[in-house]
């Protein structure tokens, strides 16, 4: 989500990317952006937290149960079937997004480790190459910072680094399960492309100056 404040904040990240040298072009760095906001994204959409997710399964549970009561009662009037087939339908549809926001398969890995993936993807395992993954990185952190950011003015924005000592070891859990970490990138880039429109109308009801990609041309702000 951007607004006119998170704009402003971005060119100087962005030259502080410059800066370091890092060998990326527009297009590279559009792809990665998106990519990583989709992650953050995904993770919002399905983090729950304990009582919550207590809560909606009693939800579903009682539905169930109202929805067995209505189709076991034989002794309905044939001027209620309309009104009950209604119900039954509403129901029907209530029990099935009941039960999708309480399915999302969750993310195994950490983004920290989805990110050093996608970096890695991009350059390799490429010699003198270190300092500028971890500069890309650091900038892809504090991408998403700016995203998330409220505009709350009476705090200063924490810009987050990539640590030496946090790639590597991503970057060793990344080696160890390539083909997972890929499937699960895979799984969690068709979701948002699924549930971005609803995310999006969401989060404008509380932010209506707020501004998103909203097609695949990957155009920068």
């Known amino acids: 989500m951007w607004t006119p404040t998170k704009l402003r904040r971005l060119p100087f990240i962005r030259k502080k990317l410059d800066d370091s040298g890092c060998p990326i072009r527009p297009s590279e760095l559009d792809l990665l952006e998106e990519q990583f906001l989709y992650l953050h994204i995904y993770k919002l959409i399905t983090s729950q937290n304990k009582r919550k997710t207590v809560k909606r399964e009693k939800t579903v549970s009682s539905v169930i149960s109202l929805y067995r009561l209505l189709n076991n009662n034989h002794f309905m009037s044939v001027d209620s079937w309309k ?11 209530l029990i099935d997004g009941l039960k999708n926001t309480s ?4 993310l195994k890995y950490e983004s920290r480790t989805h990110l050093v993936a996608l970096i890695e993807g991009l350059f390799g395992p490429q010699r003198g190459m270190y300092e500028k993954k971890r500069a890309l990185g650091s900038y892809l952190l504090a991408y998403v910072k700016i995203r998330e950011d409220k505009n709350d003015h009476g705090k200063p924005l924490k810009y987050m680094e990539l640590t030496k000592g946090t790639y590597a070891k991503h970057l060793k859990i ?34 209506k100056s707020a501004s998103f990609y909203e097609d695949k041309a990957h155009k920068t702000p």
């Not at 209604?86 to 549809?93: A, C, E, P, S, V």
């Not at 399915?103 to 969750?106: A, E, L």
């Not at 970490?181 to 509380?206: C, H, V």
């Open 83 to 93: 009104i009950s087939e209604q119900i039954t339908k509403n129901l029907d549809d």
């Open 174 to 207: 990344y080696k160890n399960n390539k083909y997972k970490i890929a499937a699960e990138r895979n799984q969690y880039i068709e979701f948002i492309d699924m549930n971005l429109p609803s995310y999006i109308k969401r989060e404008r009801s509380l932010n």
């Open 103 to 106: 399915d999302f398969p969750k």
